[in-house]
Each structure stands twice: as C-alpha cells, then as structure tokens.
C-alpha cells in the first residue's frame, strides 16, 4: 500500500482517511464484491477549501474498482453541522442511485464519525474541464457545439431531479432573507475593496434587497442540489453526465440552483477560450433542457441572477498565508458594473435591459 498524505492537511484528517478506507475494504470484501481485493493503492490526494479528497484504487486478480472519499472540513468547525450535511448528501446519493440511475456519483459508503463519504468513481470528465483547457484559442466549432448539447443535458437532469423531490410546503421566507443577507455583506465589502464604484454597489445593493424583501413567491419547493455547476458535473459522450457534490443539498425553490448554473456559465466567459456567444448559447440550451418556467418565477429569476453579477464582481480565494479564504476585486469587474448600472437605471442609454434573463443580455467581453 502506498501513501502520500498531503502536508497542509491536520493528522486528523489524515486517520480519518486511513480509517474509512480500511474500512470500506473490509466492507468491500465483506460483500464479496472484491473478494479478490489484493491490495489498495493511493494514488492522489487533493486538498481543497471543504474537503480532502483521496483518490483509492482497489486492485483484484482481474479488475480494478476506482473510488473517491471525501473527507469534509466544517470550515466554521461546527462539526455536527458538517455530518448531517454529510449523511444528506450519502441520503440523496443513494435515492438518486434509484430514482436516476447511472446519473449521479455512485455512492459506496459513509462514515459519519470520520467525516467521510465513499463514492465510486464517476465516468468521462469535468465539464468546465471540455471547455477550460488552459489555451488561449477559441474553441472549435464541435467542442462548443458538444458544450451547448452537454449544457442542454443538465437542464434536463436538473428539471428531473426537481421534479423528484417536490416538497410543495416549504417557507421560502428564510431563503429570501438568506439571499438578502448575501447582497448586504457582498456589498459592505465592495464598497471597501473599491471605494470608487460605491455608490453603484450601494444602489444596486439596496434595489435588489428591497426586491427580494417584497417578493410574492410561490410556495413551491423542492429539494436543491445546492451547488450545481460545471465543475460539480462529469461528462461522457455528447449529453451522458454523472452529478456529484450534494453536500449543499437542502430543502428550497428551483431556481436558486437554475440561476446558479447560468451564473457559473457566464463565469466561464471570463476565460480567454470561453466567449459570450459561448456562454449565451450554453445558457439557452440549459434553459431549453430545464423547460418552462412559470410566469411568477421570472421576477424572482431576474433578481437572483442580479445577485449573481454582484456575487461575480468578487472573487474568493485561498489565502496564501494562515488558511481561510480571502476575496478580491475580480478583474473582469467591469463586466457586471455596467450590468449593474443598466440594473439600476434601466433608461439610460436606451436599453431595454429586462428580458427575463437579463445576464445573456450582458455585453460580455466587450
Ligand atoms: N465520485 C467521484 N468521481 C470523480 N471525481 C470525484 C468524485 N468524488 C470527488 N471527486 C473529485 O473531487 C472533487 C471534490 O469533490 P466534491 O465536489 O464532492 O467536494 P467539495 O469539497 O464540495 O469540492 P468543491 O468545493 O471543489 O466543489 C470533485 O470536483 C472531483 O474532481
Ligand atoms: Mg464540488
């Protein structure tokens, strides 16, 4: 057996690894699956802001078994916290393996006293891996036409997914204000990091918080995936995808998830292979897959996705010294400021900025 624990994580997390993984050996066995299980290889180990990921291959006489566990870290250390999310996310893995066969990650195990989740390797690759290659070309004709069909595909899942898991009496009052405290502190930070566009945060911050603040929704829920995005998704073929990461998954209204991916589509535009005709016709193939939205919804949609140019004019990172994370000022700001400016005062210049989804209107990479 081989090892190459990663250096910056605790010795924690390290036993806790060591420990599920033996096991989940010792499970494998115990299920005869891999009876033959000779010998259990490491061969990577990621450590990222939530999570340290080990990559394990258990080896028999005549097949390998690839699989992935996820140790969690509860960035706020509130442990108890990160295991029910923990055993959520296990929980819909599991259904999912029902409901959506083949559609979602495999789940294998969980191990709630070490923090950790056992899935089975997903097929094919990352999907902002087809289109974020490191180049500084455009991408060809097929790869955007294979991204806008993929594109198309997850809006078919998402739809699917939310129709599964309906819970039409939800109160939605607390999400409402969970996304207003979201504008206030993203504002409050902006206006610090770059004084001289304050006041544009400032309008564009109190607008949106007084919209959400006296926003009839509709009382219908469902479960979300929490953070459904490119880089949450793999790929096979030209539409077969495996959804993973669950472990934002709570009870709340569809859109959140719907906008979340056409924020992090437009996102990707910000590369220099990604252009906005890219991300436009990523968007509307999302939205073609996912299907009608009601009517009510949209002004709902509208606001969220304003949310989301205030979320993108900030960037989190990693800080270099001391952990944690740190924002910065995203350089491709000016982007969503002039967004915002059409968001606050939509006269000017002539434009009618209010299309349902305002944020294909955006003049990307103009
Ligand atoms: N079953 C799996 N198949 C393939 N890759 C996996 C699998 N599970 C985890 N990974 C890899 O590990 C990464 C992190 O896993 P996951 O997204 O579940 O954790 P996370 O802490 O929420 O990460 P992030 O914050 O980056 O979203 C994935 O993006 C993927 O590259
Ligand atoms: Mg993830």
């Given at each position: 057996m081989t090892s190459n624990a990663p250096?910056?994580?605790?010795p924690r997390v390290v036993s806790d690894l060591d420990i599920a993984q033996t096991e989940l050996k010792g499970l494998l066995q115990g299920r005869n699956a891999?009876?033959?299980?000779a010998d259990v290889l490491i061969s990577r180990t990621q450590v990222l802001p939530y999570s340290v990921v080990r990559f394990v291959r258990f080896k028999c006489a005549h097949d390998v078994l690839d699989v992935f566990l996820k140790r969690v870290v509860p960035g706020d250390g509130n442990v108890a916290l990160a295991r029910s999310r923990l055993m959520t996310e296990a929980e819909v893995l599991r259904d999912l393996g029902e409901?959506?066969?083949?559609?979602?990650a495999p789940f294998f195990a969980v191990f709630p006293d070490q923090l950790v989740l056992a899935t089975a390797a997903c097929n094919?690759?990352?999907?902002?891996a087809v289109v974020c290659r490191g180049g500084i070309s455009q991408l060809s004709p097929a790869v955007s036409a294979r991204f806008e069909n993929i594109s198309e595909a997850c809006g078919r899942w998402l739809r699917r997914f939310h129709e599964l898991t309906?819970?039409?009496?939800?109160?939605?009052r607390a999400w409402l204000r969970y996304e207003r405290g979201e504008v206030s502190w993203r504002v409050a930070l902006l206006e610090r990091l770059d004084p001289a566009n304050a006041l544009l945060y400032r309008e564009s911050g109190e607008k949106l918080r007084s919209e959400l603040a006296g926003c009839a929704l509709p009382l219908s829920g469902c479960r979300l995936h929490?953070?459904?995005a490119p880089h949450n998704i793999f790929v096979k073929g030209t539409t077969g995808i495996q959804v993973l990461?669950?472990?934002?998954?709570?009870?709340?209204?569809p859109l959140h998830d719907l906008v979340n991916f056409i924020g992090k589509i437009c996102g990707l535009a910000?590369?220099?292979?990604?252009?906005a005709e890219n991300s436009r016709r990523a968007c509307v193939a999302f939205l073609k897959g996912y299907g009608p939205i009601r009517s009510e919804e949209r002004t709902i949609a509208r606001q969220l996705i304003v949310l989301q140019a205030i979320k993108r004019l900030l960037v989190i990172v990693e800080a270099r010294r001391g952990g944690g994370l740190r924002a910065r000022l995203n350089t491709k700001k000016g982007w969503y400021e002039s967004f915002l400016a059409r968001y606050v005062s939509p006269d000017e210049g002539g434009t009618?900025?209010?299309?349902?989804?305002?944020?294909?209107d955006l003049e990307i990479g103009k």
């Amino acid at each position: 057996m081989t090892s190459n624990a990663p250096n910056n994580s605790t010795p924690r997390v390290v036993s806790d690894l060591d420990i599920a993984q033996t096991e989940l050996k010792g499970l494998l066995q115990g299920r005869n699956a891999m009876s033959l299980a000779a010998d259990v290889l490491i061969s990577r180990t990621q450590v990222l802001p939530y999570s340290v990921v080990r990559f394990v291959r258990f080896k028999c006489a005549h097949d390998v078994l690839d699989v992935f566990l996820k140790r969690v870290v509860p960035g706020d250390g509130n442990v108890a916290l990160a295991r029910s999310r923990l055993m959520t996310e296990a929980e819909v893995l599991r259904d999912l393996g029902e409901r959506m066969p083949g559609q979602a990650a495999p789940f294998f195990a969980v191990f709630p006293d070490q923090l950790v989740l056992a899935t089975a390797a997903c097929n094919g690759q990352q999907m902002d891996a087809v289109v974020c290659r490191g180049g500084i070309s455009q991408l060809s004709p097929a790869v955007s036409a294979r991204f806008e069909n993929i594109s198309e595909a997850c809006g078919r899942w998402l739809r699917r997914f939310h129709e599964l898991t309906r819970e039409p009496a939800i109160d939605l009052r607390a999400w409402l204000r969970y996304e207003r405290g979201e504008v206030s502190w993203r504002v409050a930070l902006l206006e610090r990091l770059d004084p001289a566009n304050a006041l544009l945060y400032r309008e564009s911050g109190e607008k949106l918080r007084s919209e959400l603040a006296g926003c009839a929704l509709p009382l219908s829920g469902c479960r979300l995936h929490g953070d459904f995005a490119p880089h949450n998704i793999f790929v096979k073929g030209t539409t077969g995808i495996q959804v993973l990461d669950f472990y934002a998954s709570r009870p709340g209204h569809p859109l959140h998830d719907l906008v979340n991916f056409i924020g992090k589509i437009c996102g990707l535009a910000e590369s220099p292979t990604f252009s906005a005709e890219n991300s436009r016709r990523a968007c509307v193939a999302f939205l073609k897959g996912y299907g009608p939205i009601r009517s009510e919804e949209r002004t709902i949609a509208r606001q969220l996705i304003v949310l989301q140019a205030i979320k993108r004019l900030l960037v989190i990172v990693e800080a270099r010294r001391g952990g944690g994370l740190r924002a910065r000022l995203n350089t491709k700001k000016g982007w969503y400021e002039s967004f915002l400016a059409r968001y606050v005062s939509p006269d000017e210049g002539g434009t009618s900025s209010f299309t349902p989804w305002p944020f294909l209107d955006l003049e990307i990479g103009k």
